[in-house]
């Protein structure tokens, strides 16, 4: 086995990490603000719906209520896939963190 | 220099058990099939609102023992505890689909326009449910 210069092996990491949060995390910033997009156009959509039938008399009060009680628990369930996905994502950014660790201390045995 | 390349290997072997394991359960199968199959039948079973809630006890009880089977298995899933949440959610009395047979049991049937509007929420909602599985990471 030859000299190993750690300073290069961190040198390189550090530039494979920052071209993982390009691919991962980046990625997924997009992605959350895009669904966030999604869910306030799909709000909108509901409340004009819901408030025409209101006025025709179609639903009552009580229940334009609890349609937007459901909007806000639909919401809540909404912000935990975020957190879900965000947990997902991170994992595999560490995960590829090892394998950039292996392959680059392998790569330069 | 070689006391720098066992610092580093050291740091490796240590830094797998204290903070590097995955925080969120992988993505099962069985779970988003099921989960699938449950929003169909919950999404049927309202559209029988439109009628007497106690000619319709069996098929509600149907429906919510596959809901009860379905929290079983993934409360049994580790590190699960986003998506428990999310059943938690759906099925609590004051929202969505536990909310919706309060209602329906309390008023004997709904009008079609409501069960449209709760459609569109607990559909949303168990979409939510869907995705979330679909978003966790694979096997390798």
């Known amino acids: 086995m030859g000299q190993i210069n750690f300073e290069d092996i961190f040198n390189s990491l550090k530039q494979g990490v920052t071209g993982l949060v390009q691919t991962t995390v980046t990625g997924y910033a997009t992605q959350a603000e895009a669904d966030g997009q999604g869910l306030l156009s799909q709000m909108k959509a509901n409340l004009q719906t819901w408030t025409t039938q209101l006025l025709n008399n179609e639903i009552t009060q009580a229940e334009f209520t609890e349609n937007l009680d459901d909007e806000k628990a639909v919401c809540q369930m909404a912000a935990l896939t975020q957190l879900g996905i965000a947990e997902a994502t991170l994992d595999n950014f560490k995960s590829g963190i090892f394998s950039l660790i292996e392959n680059t201390v392998f790569g330069l045995l | ?140």
């Not at chain 2, 169909?40 to 319709?56: F, G, I, K, R, W």
């Not at chain 2, 590190?79 to 309390?106: C, E, M």
């Open chain 2, 1 to 140: 220099m070689i006391k720098k390349t066992l610092l580093f290997f050291l740091m490796l072997v240590l830094m797998v058990p204290i903070g590097c394991a995955p925080t969120l359960s992988l993505y099962d199968q069985y779970a988003y099939t099921q989960t699938t199959s449950i929003k169909v039948d919950v999404l049927n079973l309202m559209d029988l609102a439109t009628e007497d809630y106690q000619s319709h006890v069996k098929d509600i009880t149907s429906v919510n023992t596959e809901i009860q089977k379905m929290y079983e298995y993934d409360k049994g899933r580790t590190k699960d505890s986003l998506t428990i949440k999310q059943w938690n959610i759906l099925v609590d009395p004051k929202n969505l689909y536990g909310r919706f047979l309060n209602d329906w049991k309390t008023s004997g049937h709904l009008s079609a326009t409501f069960i449209g509007d709760k459609k569109t929420n607990v559909t949303a909602a168990f979409d939510e449910i869907v995705k979330l599985e679909n978003g966790k990471n694979r096997a390798k």
